[in-house]
């Protein structure tokens, strides 16, 4: 074991199921889909989309004046920090450990606003966009303003990797504590694209599910036959990561301990995903951790419910693992909670430390005729209980061949 | 509403700057409006009456100031 342990000793969630996380745990592993068919953009142009939204209202926990300079994603990724450190027993009169380093991911930043300030010049034909649209924009929105918020004066950095953005965010957040550099890291992720400039965009790529028959919370399908793509969704997570010295000292019972990154670029395509390249994240991390390939007993897989992705994954899953691959149980909880793109990663491994903690596994919803193309153990329809689970994977694959793979352990 | 009653409405409800500190008299930066948050209450302004505020003309100090530049420039878009 090089350096210091990494723990895990806090969670905090802005999420389609909600902030509260036993109820997000309990309604993941029930298989409850937070996906709903709803009205997006304008009279003029607007559609029914798929999405998993939050109906978000900050209250008082945000300053009323500091929200004019918040994009949506940054008022949740504040808002989830607040939960997070408080739930680890670290927010003092409204603060936060000061010498904390803050790492998270955002894809888009403020994308809304960037929507607006396009409205302001095309259908207003004024150049008077409002002087907070450049700061507001800024992917590094959410990092900057969890600093300001809870007086954090470490490094405040930003991971925009696509859909992998916050697991390097955990990942170097989790580098960063094991090599010295800090002993506490607030790390995770925050996403709000659900404006319909994003969202048309989205469909424009032709990786959007069709309205399942069974209904529009059962659209999202990874590893099934019927599948037909991903579901965006929105929302925040934040995980509180402190080194074993430090956690010791508190006193405070970690929740999971963090002991494996791995990254990989596929040098490949935009958009088609590459079996090598997610092979080699995976075989990274493990290697991080200084663990056989034996001792994973869950997944919590990338799979977005897309035709072309998911068995890829599937694929890459069986080389990384050989023949132990047969008895790993792998679960796409985007099948519930959708594809939060930049925030996807924290969002799921925060679920995957759930799952460590509690000993049970989250399930892939909707999953009832399985594509034979993904033929491993993905937990179906609602999940389990896996009492011996003791080291467990979060996956994340990103547009661009970026990949990146966390390895976590009970603690 | 008046230049002045939207100002203090605005000032109160969106950037947080107690009723009590409001006056014709205080000066945006004694009611602790940094320069990036004085432009962004000038758009709520030409937002809500329809104008345009020169850069030249955003010289004023006090509320009472900028009310009634407001009022001028509403007064001028009229003729």
């Known amino acids: 074991m090089r350096g210091h342990r990494v723990f895990v000793t806090g969670l905090g969630f802005v999420s389609p199921h909600g902030e509260d996380p036993s109820a997000l745990f309990e309604s993941i592993c029930l298989g409850d889909s937070a996906i709903r068919l709803v009205r997006s953009g304008t009279p003029e142009v607007g559609a029914d989309v798929l999405l998993a ?33 408080e739930d680890a027993g670290l927010m003092t009169e409204g603060r936060g450990p000061e010498e904390a380093g803050v790492f998270m991911g955002c894809g888009l930043g403020g994308a809304e606003i960037l929507q607006q300030s396009y409205s302001t010049y095309f259908e207003r034909h004024s150049r008077r966009v409002r002087p907070t649209t450049v700061p507001l924009i800024m992917a590094s ?3 900057s303003q969890v600093a300001m918020c809870f007086g954090i004066r470490g490094p405040a950095h930003t991971y925009s990797v696509a859909c992998a953005s916050s697991s390097v965010a955990i990942g170097e957040a989790f580098r960063s504590i094991r090599d010295g550099y800090t002993d506490v890291a607030i790390a995770g992720g925050a996403e709000a694209m659900l404006n319909d400039g994003s969202i048309a965009a989205w469909q424009a790529v032709g990786v959007i599910a069709k309205v399942h028959a069974d209904g529009a919370e059962a659209s999202c399908r990874p590893f099934d036959s019927d599948r037909t793509g991903l579901v965006l969704g929105e929302g925040a997570t934040t995980l ?45 991390a493990l290697e991080d951790a200084g663990l056989p390939a ?24 069986k080389r990384a693992f050989g023949a132990a691959a047969q008895d790993i149980a792998i679960s796409s909880t985007k099948s519930m909670h959708g594809h939060l793109v930049g925030a996807s990663g924290a969002l799921e491994c925060a679920i995957t430390a759930l799952a460590l903690h509690e000993r049970r596994l989250p399930p892939t919803a909707n999953l009832t005729s399985p594509d034979p193309a993904c033929d491993l153990d993905c937990v179906p329809g609602v999940g389990r209980d896996a009492p011996d689970l003791e080291v467990a994977l979060s996956n994340s694959f990103a547009f661009g061949g970026s990949n990146a793979t966390l390895v976590l352990r009970r603690a | 509403m008046s230049p002045y009653a939207f100002l203090a409405e605005v000032l109160s409800e969106k950037y947080d700057v107690a009723r009590e500190a409001i006056s014709p008299e205080a000066t945006l930066t004694e009611l602790g409006l940094d320069s990036l948050t004085v432009v962004e209450l000038l758009f709520d302004v030409e937002d809500e009456f329809g104008i345009e505020v020169p850069e030249e003309r955003a010289t004023f100090q006090t509320l009472a100031e900028a009310a009634a530049l407001v009022d001028e420039l509403v007064a001028a878009k009229g003729t």
Do not use: C
């Open chain 1, 294 to 317: 034996d001792a994973v007993g869950y997944i919590n897989a990338h799979a977005t419910g897309t035709p072309a992705g998911d068995p890829v994954e599937i694929e890459a899953v």
């Open chain 1, 53 to 85: 939204a939050i109906d978000f209202e900050p209250g008082d926990r945000i300053n009323k004046a500091d929200r004019v300079f918040m994009a949506r994603a940054a008022q949740m990724a504040v808002v989830a920090t607040r939960n997070a450190l």
């Open chain 1, 141 to 143: 929105g959410p990092a």
């Open chain 1, 240 to 284: 509180m990561l402190e080194s074993e010295e430090r956690a010791t000292e508190r006193g405070v019972e970690p929740i999971a301990e963090i002991v494996g990154f791995g990254a990989s670029s596929d040098a490949h395509k935009l958009t088609e995903p590459s079996v090598d390249g997610q092979e080699r994240a995976i075989r990274n």
